[in-house]
């Protein structure tokens, strides 16, 4: 009988216990194509900036075949239920050695893509994609003070190979 009970009270506690939403914040740090915007806390409003088209080297490193002339980028409201209808802004620019700078720029509702201009693909060639992005109607800007994980400007670093 007492271990019927024991049996029992061990069942509950497993079920109450995954009953019980966690409050730990959902985590998406800076990784080489991608910036965590989220707002105050990694994983409280996860807005972000993410670059594609490219490819991670075993050493983190960015790099583009020469024969690619442009990647692209995307700043993305969180999926927070209501938040993913804030307005977002992303800007760009593009600088490389001997090269004139390219700025794009968009604006859009839930996220922005950019088609990042690569001008003259040499091989061996360095950009640097220097962005800023604002979220929540212009309410939160990244890199900015209230984004712990991007404070100051974190460009992208492409080379091509």
């Known amino acids: 009988m007492w271990r019927t009970r024991i049996l029992a009270s061990s069942a509950l506690l497993a ?5 019980v939403p966690s409050s730990a914040p959902v ?16 994983g409280i409003d996860p807005d972000f900036v993410q670059l594609s088209g490219v490819t991670v080297t075993p050493q983190g490193t960015l790099t583009v075949p020469p024969s690619v002339n442009s990647v692209q980028i995307e700043a993305s409201e969180s999926s ?4 993913s209808s804030g307005h977002v802004t992303l800007t760009v620019t593009v600088t490389a050695a001997h ?12 996220h ?7 001008g003259g ?4 060639r360095v ?5 800023s992005a ?18 100051t400007p974190h460009p992208f670093v492409v080379s091509v190979g």
């Open 27 to 42: 985590v998406a740090a800076n990784s080489p194509t991608f910036r965590d915007c989220s707002l105050l806390v990694e």
């Open 99 to 110: 090269l004139p700078t390219r700025v794009v720029h968009g604006a859009a509702v839930d």
């Open 80 to 83: 927070d239920p209501g938040d």
């Open 15 to 19: 079920l109450g216990a995954a009953a």
């Open 121 to 124: 693909s040499g091989t061996g």
């Open 112 to 118: 922005v893509f950019l088609a990042v201009p690569l």
């Open 127 to 131: 950009y640097t994609i220097n962005w």
């Open 134 to 151: 604002t979220f929540d109607n212009g309410q939160h800007p990244c890199p900015g003070a209230i984004t712990p994980d991007n404070t």
